[in-house]
């Protein structure tokens, strides 16, 4: 099993930045795909961005040039560095994991961005 463990979301003004981590209970190297989802209210969860276990990655349209994914193995920990943040960036946003063929959650972390 993988614990995920995600922070450092917060309320920040539009144009601000947010950088998110998001800890795991295991060498994340051992883990397959890790990514970032994100879940605005009344809308589906979608893909923000995702790093594979070869360290490729990708982003969703909307987030391109302004989200950045890293990753930072002896700290088993994945961030999502987010710049030149919208309002309609406002959301839950999610980490996750593959780990023998099943996906792992973290518990969320709120990202509000006022106008």
């Known amino acids: 099993q993988v614990q995920l463990v995600e922070s450092g979301g917060g309320l920040v003004q539009a144009g601000g930045s947010l950088r998110l981590s998001c800890l795991a209970s295991?060498?994340?190297?051992?883990?397959?795909?890790m990514g970032w989802y994100r879940q605005a209210p009344g809308k589906q969860r979608e893909l923000v961005a995702r790093?594979?276990?070869?360290?490729?990655?990708n982003y969703a349209d909307s987030v391109k040039g302004r989200f950045t994914l890293s990753r930072d193995n002896a700290k088993n920990t994945v961030y999502l560095q987010m710049n030149s943040l919208k309002p309609e960036d406002t959301a839950v946003y999610y980490c996750?994991?593959?780990?023998?063929?099943?996906?792992?959650w973290g518990q969320g972390t709120q990202v509000t961005v006022s106008s």
């Open positions: 790093i594979t276990n070869g360290g490729s990655t």
């Open positions: 295991r060498n994340i190297l051992s883990i397959g795909a």
């Open positions: 996750s994991g593959i780990f023998f063929n099943s996906i792992y």
